[in-house]
């Protein structure tokens, strides 16, 4: 059983739509979650973390937990073609190892 | 901010030799560092977790003979491909953890990658 699931896409949006990502895992305990965006041939780079049920805003993106569902998302507002990249799910154990999803893939259409 | 330098960014080499690969936290001490892997397509896989004075924990599948890894001081750490062949080839990405300051240390920020291609 994966510990981190996401849709693999692509998710497909129209420029200034809210793109919305979604990412269960299976480790109860687990307390961080964060959220990469990695463009092709490149390297993960953090857009958010969280770490307490509810939401958290920074800008245009909203990161949700609810650690009752094992349930983290991201919501992406005035979605730019800028955004179009893959995002990565990850979620911190005890021992501060990462285990990413395997990424949405999402389009920005102009 | 927070800045992992990672060198070289692209290897092309033949099979059989080894290749080192390089990552540096440039502006904070990092307690931990950790190699990952990526296949085309696939997402990022832990290698290794690597803390600075110690021998590398490595995962399972992993093999520790032909991935060396060395984490000689707070800002550096090393991952020697040995052997090298085409199937090793992939996009080798490091992360530091910082061990103080910056204000959240539970956070992974990653070098640039370095892709290998074995031929």
């Known amino acids: 059983q994966k510990e981190v699931e996401q849709n693999s896409g692509p998710l497909s949006v129209p420029e200034g739509a809210i793109a919305s990502l979604n990412c269960t895992y299976s480790?109860?305990?687990?307390?961080?979650f964060f959220w990469y965006r990695q463009y092709s041939g490149k390297s993960p780079e953090l857009i958010m973390f969280?770490?307490?049920?509810g939401d958290k805003e920074d800008g245009r993106f909203t990161a949700q937990l609810n650690k009752a569902s094992q349930y983290v998302s991201l919501l992406i507002r005035d979605s730019q073609p800028s955004d179009s990249a893959t995002y990565l799910c990850?979620?911190?154990?005890?021992?501060?190892?990462?285990?990413f999803g395997a990424g949405t893939t999402v389009t920005v259409r102009a | 901010g927070a800045v992992v330098s990672q060198h070289p960014s692209r290897v092309i080499c033949k099979s059989g030799t080894s290749v080192k690969i390089e990552c540096r936290s440039l502006?904070?001490?990092?307690?931990?560092m950790f190699w990952y892997r990526q296949f085309p397509k696939q997402s990022l896989m832990l290698m290794a977790t690597?803390?600075?004075?110690?021998?590398?924990?490595?995962e399972q599948g992993v093999e520790k003979d032909k991935f060396l890894i060395n984490h000689a001081s707070l800002t550096l750490s090393t991952l020697t491909v040995t052997s090298a062949h085409p199937e090793d080839s992939s996009f080798y990405i490091c992360?530091?953890?910082?061990?103080?300051?910056?204000?959240?240390?539970?956070?992974?920020?990653f070098g640039a990658g370095t892709r290998l291609s074995v031929l």
């Open positions: 969280i770490y307490s049920n």
């Open positions: 992360s530091a953890r910082p061990g103080q300051g910056l204000g959240a240390k539970n956070i992974q920020y």
């Open positions: 990850a979620v911190r154990s005890n021992d501060y190892k990462l285990s």
């Open positions: 480790d109860r305990g687990s307390q961080s």
């Open positions: 690597s803390n600075e004075g110690s021998k590398a924990t490595y």
């Open positions: 502006d904070f001490q990092a307690t931990t």
